[in-house]
């Protein structure tokens, strides 16, 4: 079987219902927490996190079995795919604030664009993994507001500039490897399929500009997150 992109048109029936659904359970989650017991808050992040976990490992274990899996498609190395590594380890470690603030400005701006412009990558036609794209990417913009809002974690200041200097670092390891394993993660090696007015030029003009929007996303999230700190 061929597998394929499946791209998701912005503002299509598809993309309303979806997206729709993906903020009706974000923000029925956020409601559930802010009247849960002390002792259950926890818990219930918890539960997301393990939501992530067994979509993470069956969707692994589905493509190995299927024959699909191989290293250029399926390392956890796009933005999204590192964020959901950490959201499914998060709350089950001693509390790391440098893990907590990338899966932040990461896993939020990473998530909205993944929503906003969908493209479901080596797509194999199954609910399974249209289900898991949604799931995932839900998972990793809830997670982090979640714990910020509902478990009292705190965004640190200049952590919007500790998390672009990790972002440029894992670009410097991605990057050459792309090269290597004929990979495209984080869209390093040519540009995503979709239309999405934030992808400028052909490579590598596209990351440069890449550099000025994530700065401006990852400044701005820090003021709109600590405006009542200001």
């Excluded at 934030?198 to 700065?215: C, F, K």
């Amino acid at each position: 079987m061929d597998l394929k992109n499946y791209i998701i048109d912005f503002l299509s029936d598809e993309w309303i219902r979806n997206t729709a659904y993906v903020i009706l359970t974000i923000l029925v989650c956020l409601f559930i927490g802010k009247f849960l017991k002390s002792n259950h808050k926890l818990k219930f992040a918890k539960l997301i996190a393990l939501v992530l976990i067994i979509t993470t490992v069956i969707g692994h274990s589905r493509n190995i079995l299927n024959g699909y899996w191989n290293l250029s498609d399926n390392l956890p190395l796009q933005l999204c795919g590192i964020s959901n590594l950490i959201a499914c380890c998060i709350l089950f470690i001693p509390k790391n604030k440098t893990l907590f603030e990338f899966l932040y400005y990461a896993g939020i701006i990473g998530a909205i664009q993944a929503f906003l412009t969908p493209q479901i990558n080596n797509f194999d036609g199954t609910n399974f993994e249209y289900l898991e794209y949604h799931i995932s990417h839900g998972g990793i913009l809830l997670l982090p507001i979640y714990m910020y809002n509902v478990l009292g974690y705190n965004i640190r200041k200049f952590s919007w500039l500790k998390v672009l200097i990790y972002l440029n670092l894992l670009v410097v390891v991605i990057l050459p490897l792309n090269f290597q394993i004929d990979s495209n993660y984080m869209y390093l090696a040519y540009p995503p399929n979709v239309d999405n007015p934030l992808i400028i030029g052909e490579w590598p003009y596209y990351i440069l500009y890449w550099e000025i929007i994530i700065l401006i996303f990852t400044y701005t999230l820090y003021v709109l997150s600590t405006r009542k700190k200001l």
